[in-house]
T-cell receptor
């Protein structure tokens, strides 16, 4: 079965410091991978998605970046954090129904709570 | 562009009773999937139920069922025999294009003992 891991679980960082959040998936090959941010009491905002190694699509211009150095590894980074970067970050992988290519359900990791002080 | 609208910010239900959460959506795709996700206080997102747009039969998973009205672009979730563990945020979601899923802003469900 597939599992998805995220770390760290919680992080407190000062403004202007760098960020690196990691996500890894087990039990599947060549998954689509996603980074979302969820502000307090809000819905999910898609930040980045990746359909393969080195392939990153950005949904929202910001000071965050993403990388996919390995097939099942997805990293969210920032060189200098802003107060507005605080939130709950979720990584997800997409389950593709090969018989119905427009059907993508997503499975989520446990999330990282980031507080920028 | 796809949109998903959840117009009920909060709902409450007595334990053992039934509650229905509403969702409307818009898409130009003819083939798409709809989902309901649950996010309990732990914040782990859990897939509750999925509906394939080409299927007329409403999906059911144990105490969870949907009312899918394709012409009206409506996709509601019914929770029967509500339990305390059902208390969570519920997100309606739509997958109509390759790779992406669009989420609503969520409905917070409170279960009253």
């Amino acid at each position: 079965s597939q599992t998805i891991h995220q770390w760290p679980a919680t992080l407190v960082q000062p403004v202007g410091s760098p960020l690196s959040l990691e996500c890894t998936v087990e039990g599947t090959s060549n998954p689509n991978l996603y980074w979302y941010r969820q502000a307090a009491g809000r819905g999910l905002q898609l930040l980045f998605y990746s359909v393969g190694i080195g392939q990153i699509s950005s949904e929202v211009p910001q000071n965050l970046s993403a990388s996919r150095p390995q097939d099942r590894q997805f990293i969210l980074s920032s060189k200098k954090l802003l107060l507005s970067d605080s939130g709950f970050y979720l990584c997800a992988w997409g389950g593709l129904d090969l018989t119905r290519p427009r059907g993508y359900e997503q499975y989520f990791g446990p999330g990282t709570r980031l507080t920028v002080t | 562009a796809q949109t998903v609208t959840q117009s009920q910010p909060e709902m409450s239900v007595q334990e053992a009773e039934t509650v229905t959460l509403s969702c409307t959506y818009d898409t130009s795709e003819s083939d798409y999937y709809l989902f309901w996700y649950k996010q309990p206080p732990s914040r782990q997102m859990i897939l509750v139920i999925r509906q394939e747009a080409y299927k007329q039969q409403n999906a059911t998973e144990n105490r969870f069922s949907v009312n899918f009205q394709k012409a009206a672009k409506s996709f509601s979730l019914k929770i029967s025999d509500s339990q305390l563990g059902d208390a969570a945020m519920y997100f309606c979601a739509l997958s109509g294009g390759y790779q992406k899923v669009t989420f609503g802003i969520g409905t917070k469900l409170q279960v009253i003992p």
